[in-house]
Every structure is written in C-alpha cells, then in structure tokens.
C-alpha cells in the first residue's frame, strides 16, 4: 500500500529553536517525495523534492529508506516559518500525488 | 502569470443541488487533479487527467464527474450534493505526472453543503 504518514498534526517551537517534522511513508520501490507548504492565505506549493537533494528557506530533508522516512529539518525556525506543512508521494503509477494530513508548524517569539 | 486558477472560492449549496467548479492553467500542462481537503486530513485525490480527451478516477471520485475537452480546463461536476461533500477542493496541475515535476495548485474553493 502507498501511504504517507505525518504523526504530528500541530508543532510548537520558538524562534531559533530547531525544527523536525516527521514523514513516513510505505511504497514498493523508489519513492518520489516532496514537501509541499501552505502559507496564511496562500496556496499549496512546493517547498523541496527529495530528488534535488536541494535546501530551500534553510529547509532540508533526507530520504531514508532504512526507516522509510522523509523528515523535514531546519536548524533556527523563524517566525515566517509558520505554516501548514505537507509531505507527499508520487504514487506507484507515475501519476498523482499522495498526500500526508499534513502538520501546523508555529513558531512564535 | 495567473497559474491555476479555480472559481468561485466560496459555495454554499442545499443538498440535491448541482453545481460545477470552474479550474483553468495557462501553464500549458499536460497533467491536471482535483483534491479535495477534509478537516483534519490530507488531500485525497478525486479525479485526474493526463491530457485532453483523458480523464481517470482517484481515490474517492464517487458523486463527482469531470471532463478535459481542452488542456486549460479541467471542471469538477457536482450532481447530487450531499453533506459529506462539504470539504476544501483543490485544483492542481504539473507538466509531466512523474519525476520531480513540480505541481501547482489553485487557490481553493470552500463547499458547504447544508
């Protein structure tokens, strides 16, 4: 079964503080994983793809297979951080998206 | 560059009523979805397209239809609203269905159906 899980659904950090969001996820193969964000009044969109191996907004997230996991890490969060944060997978047949339930990142002052 | 844009952005429809939630992309993709959104739950897949003329079901199409007579447009067809249809869609679209391609997203369209 394809399945993303994001056991958190609401974290609370303070400015500066480190960040983790956690991703599980169950496939058969290689999986394609993303992160998506939703900023206040603002739509769904890409924050990074596992494939890019890239960091955006200070954001970085490893692929381990081991423990089937895509974790979201920033070393100091910042106020601008707060969001809605997704973790996706492309599904086996190349053509969607599976989706987390997503977890609330708030970071206050 | 307007994207993916998705039409009304609020709805309140009586059950039994029907309506159809517009979804354009000037992105000339190939690949479009609608999503719908729960309280409390990720997005869950209700229809897709890989092209014009070429519409499949997601995980929960039932009580919707689509149609993609062009690549721009891509609207949801509500027949017979229920309550359990009350939800957040999202519209997205994405160039290819695979690899990093990236996919974009509208706005949303909030549906209450009373």
């Known amino acids: 079964a394809q399945r993303v899980t994001q056991p958190e659904k609401l974290l609370s950090v303070f400015k500066g503080a480190p960040v983790e969001l956690k991703c599980n996820y169950s496939?058969?193969?290689?999986?394609?994983l993303f992160w998506y964000v939703q900023y206040s009044r603002q739509r769904l969109q890409l924050l990074l793809r596992?494939?890019s191996r890239e960091s955006i907004k200070g954001f970085t997230a490893d692929l381990n297979k081991g423990e089937t996991s895509f974790h979201l890490k920033k070393p100091f969060a910042q106020e601008e951080d707060s969001a809605m944060y997704y973790c996706?997978?492309?599904?086996?047949?190349?053509?969607?998206?599976?989706f987390g339930k997503g977890t609330t990142l708030s970071v206050s002052s | 560059n307007a994207g993916v844009t998705q039409t009304p952005k609020f709805r309140i429809l009586k059950i039994g009523q029907s309506m159809t939630l517009q979804c354009t992309q000037d992105?000339?993709?190939?690949?479009m979805y609608w999503y719908r959104q729960d309280p409390g739950m990720g997005l869950k897949l209700i229809y897709y397209?890989?092209?014009?003329?070429?519409?499949d079901k997601g995980e929960v199409p039932n009580g919707y239809n689509v149609s993609r007579s062009t690549t721009e447009d891509f609207p949801l067809r509500l027949e017979l609203a229920a309550p359990s249809q009350t939800s957040v869609y999202f519209c997205?679209?994405?160039?290819?269905?695979?690899?990093?391609?990236?996919?974009?997203f509208g706005q949303g369209t909030r549906l209450t159906v009373v």
């Open positions: 997205a679209s994405s160039y290819t269905g695979g690899g990093d391609t990236e996919a974009f």
């Open positions: 496939y058969s193969g290689s999986p394609e």
């Open positions: 596992h494939i």
């Open positions: 996706a997978l492309r599904n086996q047949a190349g053509t969607a998206l599976i």
């Open positions: 992105m000339n993709h190939n690949y």
């Open positions: 397209s890989v092209g014009a003329g070429i519409t």
